[in-house]
């Protein structure tokens, strides 16, 4: 195991950890196309124009689910053209804000997560909610957020379900009202590094993916 990134998955944890002082069951969930740039109904943040998007790369997507009001809605994040091309990831996950991520310790904000078969071989993951100086185009938007990082040990990530993540539709949520699932960018600090990466460190690989990603929604049912 690379102890270089467990340091950067411990450091990714404590990042939010930092910024966090930042049932019933859906109906069916269906993995969506792949599309041709993001979903625009979710702001995409900023990656650097100097680098050049692959032709080609991980097409990362969510899936579009319904729950009625009152219910938990299982919504999925998937890649395709990634297999065996990537070893680590750290996403921040949009939604909107009106729905409640279910939580494994609301104290210390860990989400509630399942990893899916594209990570049957990951070493490591975490997932919290970013709670506190969330990024004004978010809040602006309506849209809360949480970060997803994980690590395999050499490029072992697959294609197909990386995750799905749980989220409690409100009690008094209008039928037909939809609400968006996304993927936000931010850009790299010291502190963390948003990233969709190989161990060949290919940016532009990373960037088709941050460019490319296909938005999921929860509709009421």
């Known amino acids: ?32 196309s792949a599309g041709s740039k ?5 702001p995409t943040g900023y990656y650097s124009d100097d680098i050049k998007a692959a032709v080609e ?14 219910e938990t809605a299982e919504v999925s994040l998937y890649v395709s053209g990634a297999a065996n091309k990537w ?20 104290e210390q904000n860990f989400v509630e997560y399942d990893l ?3 990570s049957k071989r990951s070493s490591g993951s975490v997932c919290m909610l970013w709670k506190n100086q969330v990024a004004k185009e978010l809040t602006d938007n309506h849209l809360g957020s ?3 990082t994980e690590i395999f040990d050499g ?4 294609d197909g379900e990386i995750v799905k993540f749980y989220f409690k539709v409100p009690e008094k949520a209008k039928k037909g009202t939809v609400y968006p699932i996304g993927i936000y960018y931010m850009p790299p600090t010291e502190e963390r590094e948003d990233m969709f990466i190989g161990t060949d460190g290919d940016k532009s690989r ?15 049912k």
């Open 38 to 42: 993001a979903d625009t109904t979710s």
């Open 1 to 32: 195991m690379n102890f270089k990134r467990i340091i950067a998955i411990a450091a990714a944890a404590a990042m939010l950890a930092l910024s966090a002082a930042c049932s019933d069951s859906a109906s069916s969930s269906n993995t969506p």
């Open 206 to 220: 990373e960037k088709y993916a941050f460019a490319n990603w296909t938005g999921g929604s929860v509709t009421v």
């Open 146 to 148: 949480l970060f997803f």
């Open 57 to 70: 790369g991980p097409q990362l997507m969510f899936s579009n689910v319904e729950a009625a009001a009152g």
């Open 155 to 158: 490029d072992k990530g697959g």
């Open 87 to 106: 070893t680590m990831c750290g996403l921040h996950i949009t939604y909107g804000d009106e729905l409640m991520p279910v939580m494994s310790d609301a």
């Open 116 to 118: 899916g078969d594209a």
